[in-house]
Nanobody
Framework: QVQLVESGGGWVQAGGSLRLSCAAS????????MGWYRQAPGKERELVAR???????DYKDSLKGRFTISRGNAKNTVYLQMNSLKPDDTAVYYC????????WGQGTQVTVSS
């Protein structure tokens, strides 16, 4: 059973920063990618940033330069550093682990006030 545990969300004023963490546990034979998605109220879930199977990074274009995804020392751990946050960044942020299946964390709320 694979589980993803996220932390680091919260409330911040516009221009502030937050760092999200995600750790995957369980039996993971191979990983095709790991990263972050978000879903704002009334909108579809969208890619924020991810590591691909070959170690490259993909970002939502509009977030490049403000958000940075990184790996932890522990296997299957990723972080998302979010700087210069805007009210439009308000959403539930989900960690994703893509193997043969897609695994999702429970989500962590990020609220940016103007």
């Amino acid at each position: 059973q694979v589980q993803l545990v996220e932390s680091g969300g919260g409330w911040v004023q516009a221009g502030g920063s937050l760092r999200l963490s995600c750790a995957a546990s369980g039996t993971i034979y191979s990983t095709n990618g790991m990263g972050w998605y978000r879903q704002a109220p009334g909108k579809e879930r969208e890619l924020v940033a991810r590591f691909t199977r070959d170690g490259r990074t993909d970002y939502k274009d509009s977030l490049k330069g403000r958000f940075t995804i990184s790996r932890g020392n522990a296997k299957n751990t990723v972080y998302l550093q979010m700087n210069s946050l805007k009210p439009d960044d308000t959403a539930v942020y989900y960690c994703n682990l893509h193997t043969y299946y897609d695994y999702w964390g429970q989500g962590t709320q990020v609220t940016v006030s103007s």
